[in-house]
């Protein structure tokens, strides 16, 4: 089976930089110790591999390397060392307004970011219309994406990325930002993305949708993979966990949102 998306042994330093006081250097210092949100190692040990035509999720708490992991899949940081794979054309929607310009209209953003995955301007005229009413913004689509709200960008970039000819989707957690109807309506183009051959990494806090788009997934903690395997398991155990850690926290709902 061909695989689109393939890592193996990576591994991915932080660069920490700790000053010392006087008395650290007279004394020395302890070496520090690694922390969530504070360690050596961003990700350590890290492989999987995605088929081509599957989705796959990537789930954990904060700071346990998932959008480092897929910074790295889209060539926007380096690793320190293993190998990384991707086959086909990639498009990705890991920050909120990114590749977007606040001064631009949404029309004219639509060609930029368009341009910036690698379409071509005849190819962005041509699916603009569709562009525009997937994303239900044809009223503000000639409006400065500065007055649009951050579910507005939301949309405008989930619309754009879903209609490029990409043949791999990175997202991290974007479509948290919009509407329960909206949300709604990017899963079903994420489930025909893929039914047409499309591979998908989706980062996500939330297990309900995470284990509904995706096939195979991984649990990172600390930078290192704890559990693997079909999503819908990896997300229970995931859960459990959780809410052996922190019952109040599981019990009032927070689990699934950022």
């Not at 920490?16 to 110790?33: E, F, I, M, Q």
Request: net charge positive; glycine share 12%.
């Amino acid at each position: 089976m061909t695989h689109a998306v393939m890592c193996e042994d990576l591994w991915k330093t932080y660069q920490r930089h700790r000053p010392l006081g006087v008395k650290s250097l007279l004394l020395g210092a302890d070496p520090p110790r690694d922390t969530r949100f504070a360690r050596e190692w961003a990700l350590s040990e890290l492989g999987f591999q995605v088929p081509r035509g599957r989705s796959f999720g990537v789930i954990g708490p904060n700071g346990s390397g998932k959008t480092t992991l897929l910074s790295i899949l889209l060539g926007t940081v380096k690793e320190d060392r293993g190998r990384v794979s991707l086959s086909g054309r990639v498009a990705s929607l890991l920050e909120l307004g990114a590749g977007f310009h606040g001064d631009l209209t949404g029309r004219e953003n639509v060609f930029l970011y368009g341009s910036i995955l690698g379409m071509r301007l005849a190819e962005i005229r041509r699916r603009f219309e569709n562009i525009a009413e997937f994303s239900e913004l044809e009223g503000a689509i000639e409006q400065p994406l500065r007055t649009y709200s951050a579910g507005m960008i939301a949309r405008l970039g989930f619309s754009i990325i879903i209609h490029s000819a990409a043949d791999i989707l990175l997202i991290d957690e974007v479509l948290a930002v919009g509407d329960a109807s909206f949300q709604a309506k990017c899963l079903r183009a994420l489930r025909e993305f893929r039914a047409r051959g499309g591979t998908l990494v989706i980062v996500s806090h939330n297990m309900k949708e995470v284990t509904e788009v995706c096939d195979e997934g991984i649990c990172l903690d600390l930078g290192r993979v704890v559990d693997a395997g079909p999503m819908a398991g990896v997300a229970a155990r995931y859960q459990e966990r959780m809410a052996a850690a922190d019952p109040g926290k599981v019990k009032g709902g927070a689990l699934g949102k950022r």
